[in-house]
């Protein structure tokens, strides 16, 4: 089930919200129920997938809570390792198969789908079992509470990933109150406003321009992608945190403004920063950090990163990618981009990031640096051709509403509607979000719904 789909928005949301407020008793049994109705709504046999992860983390997790040194340290190892066997058992053994075929081995592929939101919710259990190994909090007793961390509706499909330490306390404590569930109402349209209206539209204007071949009609094709991904992904978050303010949960922030970026250090801190701490806490530091060996573990961290994303060689090429950007800024051109106009390291930034998208939309390399060489005048078509003026004309108003919204601009917007309404700016607020619902709403009945990207990951 997708948060944009009118049986979520219409019965599963108003449903699940009146029974959590009015069960006297059981709150998070509810939820637990739900997660799993919303989780199996489109593929039942996955629900086994997800009650088989919460039951083997919780009994891996009281288990190595009574041991000590070497013994629990090997459970811990153990504990992951079955989890990551089952990750990449769906993600990864056809991409196995093709490597194994070049030799040539002539395997088939299996018929494997890869379950929706596998990636996410294997590294919540993993947050889960080394913060237990950590002493960071104690195991969990109750088997809903961690049900319910794991598999919560909120965040099962595509995140955020919430590391368990965070949302411990939460799970026996999260009173809904008046305050939290206006916030997430207002996060949770904003979400589904960036989805529907501009996500959605950047999708067509991607998908009409793969095969310009022009200079400029392919940029306008790499920069379509760059910001249909922003506002797809972005607007799943703020859906996904709205959801959780609105059962009694907070959830950090997993976007901030990531293309005002003047560096690729400084478009990690801002891109998916849900994903990037999991693996600076669960992966970079336990490696060393930058203590010892420190590009070695940038290229395992940045390898394993691309890896995560997909079972492509695209996949590793751009997190490798990030990887030797993140090196030459640490080693060389950190210094140099401080001396610069801020603007500068803007456009620096924009075209690492932009070139960076390329290879993880493309469905090979060679693809990709074709792209890429195109997108600096090499085996263009022309400057421009009359299909890039066309829709440019015709998207303009969703390219320029696009690149606004990608900047804090919207902040400095509600700020002033506040100082100009004063006590009715809320009222205000609330009637602007009702108009763009409706508006939202007819481009969903429309059947001009596009899947969110991050489920294919």
Same mark, same amino acid.
């Given at each position: 089930m997708s948060f944009t789909t009118l049986v979520f928005l219409f019965l599963f949301l108003p449903v699940a919200l009146i029974l959590y407020r009015y069960m006297p008793k059981g709150k998070n049994l509810v939820l637990? =129920?739900?997660? #799993?109705?919303?989780?199996?709504?489109?593929? *039942?046999?996955?629900?086994?997938?997800?009650?088989?992860?919460?039951?083997?983390?919780?009994?891996?997790?009281?288990?190595?809570?009574?041991?000590?040194?070497?013994?629990?340290?090997?459970?811990?190892?153990?504990?992951? !390792?079955?989890?990551?066997?089952?990750?990449? #058992?769906?993600?990864?053994?056809?991409?196995?198969?093709?490597?194994?075929?070049?030799?040539?081995?002539? =395997?088939?592929?299996? *018929?494997?789908? $890869? *379950?929706?939101?596998?990636?996410?919710?294997?590294?919540?259990?993993?947050?889960?079992?080394?913060?237990?190994?950590?002493?960071?909090? *104690?195991?969990q007793n109750n088997w809903l509470s961690l049900a319910l961390y794991i598999g919560f509706f909120g965040k099962v499909n595509m995140g955020p990933i919430v590391q368990y330490a965070?949302?411990?306390?939460?799970?026996?404590?999260?009173?809904? /109150?008046?305050?939290?569930f206006y916030q997430g109402i207002m996060l949770f349209l904003k979400g589904m406003f960036k989805k529907v209206l501009i996500a959605d539209r950047l999708a067509i204007l991607f998908g009409a321009m793969a095969s310009d071949t022009t200079l400029l009609g392919t940029w306008l094709y790499a920069i379509s992608y760059t910001l249909q991904l922003y506002f797809d992904f972005s607007g799943y978050s703020d859906m996904a945190i709205g959801l959780g303010r609105m059962f009694g949960f907070t959830f950090s922030p997993n976007?901030?403004?990531?293309?005002?970026?003047?560096?690729?250090?400084?478009?990690w801190r801002r891109w998916h920063i849900s994903l990037s701490r999991w693996f600076r806490d669960y992966l970079y530091i336990p490696l060393g950090g930058n203590r010892a060996h420190y590009i070695r573990n940038i290229f395992i961290v940045w390898f394993a990163t691309g890896l995560w994303h997909g079972a492509n060689w695209t996949f590793i090429f751009w997190g490798l990618y990030y990887g030797c950007f993140l090196l030459l800024e640490k080693y060389w051109l950190k210094e140099r981009l401080q001396k610069l106009p801020n603007w500068v390291s803007h456009v620096y930034a924009l075209v690492v990031i932009i070139v960076g998208w390329v290879f993880f939309f493309s469905p090979d390399i060679l693809t990709a640096f074709h792209t890429v060489g195109r997108m600096f005048g090499l085996g263009i078509g022309g400057i421009c051709s009359?299909?890039?003026?066309?829709?440019?004309? /015709?998207?303009? !108003?969703? $390219?320029?509403?696009?690149i606004l919204f990608s900047m804090p601009i919207s902040q400095y917007g509600w700020r002033f509607v506040y100082v100009l309404f004063k006590q009715r700016a809320r009222l205000v607020s609330v009637i602007v979000y009702i108009f763009f619902f409706f508006v939202t709403i007819s481009f969903i009945v429309s059947s001009t719904y596009q899947s969110f990207l991050y489920f294919a990951f």
């Amino acid at each position: 089930m997708s948060f944009t789909t009118l049986v979520f928005l219409f019965l599963f949301l108003p449903v699940a919200l009146i029974l959590y407020r009015y069960m006297p008793k059981g709150k998070n049994l509810v939820l637990v =129920l739900l997660s #799993f109705l919303f989780y199996a709504w489109d593929n *039942p046999a996955y629900l086994l997938l997800l009650i088989l992860s919460v039951c083997w983390n919780d009994l891996s997790a009281k288990w190595m809570n009574q041991q000590e040194g070497k013994k629990r340290r090997n459970t811990l190892i153990g504990s992951i !390792v079955v989890d990551l066997m089952i990750l990449g #058992f769906f993600k990864y053994t056809n991409f196995l198969i093709d490597i194994l075929n070049v030799f040539p081995f002539h =395997l088939q592929h299996l *018929p494997i789908h $890869l *379950p929706i939101g596998l990636s996410f919710f294997t590294f919540s259990a993993i947050s889960y079992l080394v913060d237990v190994y950590k002493k960071k909090t *104690p195991v969990q007793n109750n088997w809903l509470s961690l049900a319910l961390y794991i598999g919560f509706f909120g965040k099962v499909n595509m995140g955020p990933i919430v590391q368990y330490a965070d949302m411990a306390d939460q799970l026996e404590n999260h009173p809904q /109150t008046k305050e939290l569930f206006y916030q997430g109402i207002m996060l949770f349209l904003k979400g589904m406003f960036k989805k529907v209206l501009i996500a959605d539209r950047l999708a067509i204007l991607f998908g009409a321009m793969a095969s310009d071949t022009t200079l400029l009609g392919t940029w306008l094709y790499a920069i379509s992608y760059t910001l249909q991904l922003y506002f797809d992904f972005s607007g799943y978050s703020d859906m996904a945190i709205g959801l959780g303010r609105m059962f009694g949960f907070t959830f950090s922030p997993n976007f901030d403004h990531p293309y005002i970026a003047t560096s690729a250090q400084d478009f990690w801190r801002r891109w998916h920063i849900s994903l990037s701490r999991w693996f600076r806490d669960y992966l970079y530091i336990p490696l060393g950090g930058n203590r010892a060996h420190y590009i070695r573990n940038i290229f395992i961290v940045w390898f394993a990163t691309g890896l995560w994303h997909g079972a492509n060689w695209t996949f590793i090429f751009w997190g490798l990618y990030y990887g030797c950007f993140l090196l030459l800024e640490k080693y060389w051109l950190k210094e140099r981009l401080q001396k610069l106009p801020n603007w500068v390291s803007h456009v620096y930034a924009l075209v690492v990031i932009i070139v960076g998208w390329v290879f993880f939309f493309s469905p090979d390399i060679l693809t990709a640096f074709h792209t890429v060489g195109r997108m600096f005048g090499l085996g263009i078509g022309g400057i421009c051709s009359t299909q890039t003026l066309f829709y440019v004309k /015709t998207y303009l !108003v969703v $390219l320029v509403a696009a690149i606004l919204f990608s900047m804090p601009i919207s902040q400095y917007g509600w700020r002033f509607v506040y100082v100009l309404f004063k006590q009715r700016a809320r009222l205000v607020s609330v009637i602007v979000y009702i108009f763009f619902f409706f508006v939202t709403i007819s481009f969903i009945v429309s059947s001009t719904y596009q899947s969110f990207l991050y489920f294919a990951f």
